[in-house]
C-alpha cells in the first residue's frame, strides 16, 4: 500500500470509521444505562465515573472490531 500510494487514505479511512463507530457506542450505551445531563448535574462524580467506564468499554469494541481486525 505505501508502494501504491495508497496507505495514507487507508489509514484516514480507518481513522474515521473508528471514530464514527466509537461516538455511536457511546450514546447507545449512555441510552442504555440512563445516563443523562440531569445526572450530570445532580451527581457529577458518578456521571464521570460511568462515563469513563463508557468510554473504556467503547474503546475495546472499537480496537476488537475495527484497528485489530
Known amino acids: 500500500m ?3 500510494g495508497k496507505l495514507n487514505s487507508y489509514l484516514a479511512d480507518i481513522d ?12 447507545q450505551m449512555k441510552q ?3 445516563i443523562t445531563e440531569q445526572l450530570k448535574a445532580e451527581n457529577a462524580l458518578e ?4 462515563m469513563n467506564n463508557i ?5 475495546e469494541i472499537v480496537n476488537d472490531e475495527i484497528i485489530y481486525a
Open 2 to 4: 505505501l508502494i501504491e
Open 16 to 27: 474515521k470509521q473508528a471514530q464514527e463507530r466509537f461516538k455511536t457506542l457511546i450514546e
Open 32 to 34: 442504555a444505562q440512563g
Open 47 to 50: 456521571w464521570v465515573g460511568k
Open 55 to 59: 468510554r473504556a468499554c467503547a474503546m
